[in-house]
């Protein structure tokens, strides 16, 4: 035998005598690793995929609350505008620059 595969030989033996090595190529560690590593990172359902999701989801929720808010405030002015004619009035005035017949409308831009 070669002088180099004796002393590879010898290295390997050192090395799986150790304790570190014993704990970490037991069988049940590395498929619990394996299974971990898949599960976080490689299958379909990982928690990567989880979380960006949850945060797509969070970013709905939110625009679901601004939109209910933005929907109430609107049925709130539409029941002012149609239980006071002034107030209707007043929006047709401001918002689509209406006017009555003789008047003369001037825009002030700031």
Same mark, same amino acid.
């Given at each position: 035998?070669?002088?180099?595969?004796?002393?590879?030989?010898?290295?390997?033996?050192?090395?799986?005598?150790?304790?570190?090595?014993?704990?970490?190529?037991?069988?049940?560690?590395?498929?619990?690793?394996?299974?971990?590593?898949?599960?976080?990172?490689?299958?379909?359902?990982?928690?990567?995929?989880? !979380? %960006? *999701?949850?945060?797509?989801?969070?970013? &709905? /929720?939110?625009?679901?609350?601004?939109?209910?808010?933005?929907? #109430?405030?609107?049925?709130?002015?539409? !029941? %002012? *505008?149609?239980?006071?004619?002034?107030? &209707? /009035?007043?929006?047709?005035?401001?918002?689509?620059?209406?006017? #009555?017949?003789?008047?003369?409308?001037?825009?002030?831009?700031?």
């Amino acid at each position: 035998m070669p002088l180099n595969f004796v002393i590879v030989k010898k290295l390997w033996q050192k090395i799986r005598s150790t304790k570190w090595f014993q704990i970490v190529s037991n069988k049940f560690l590395l498929t619990t690793v394996g299974f971990i590593v898949w599960m976080f990172f490689l299958d379909v359902n990982s928690y990567l995929i989880h !979380h %960006e *999701l949850d945060q797509e989801i969070d970013e &709905l /929720e939110e625009s679901i609350k601004y939109y209910n808010s933005e929907i #109430k405030r609107d049925q709130k002015q539409l !029941h %002012e *505008l149609n239980s006071d004619p002034e107030k &209707l /009035e007043k929006f047709a005035r401001e918002q689509y620059w209406m006017k #009555k017949p003789g008047e003369e409308i001037f825009l002030i831009e700031e």
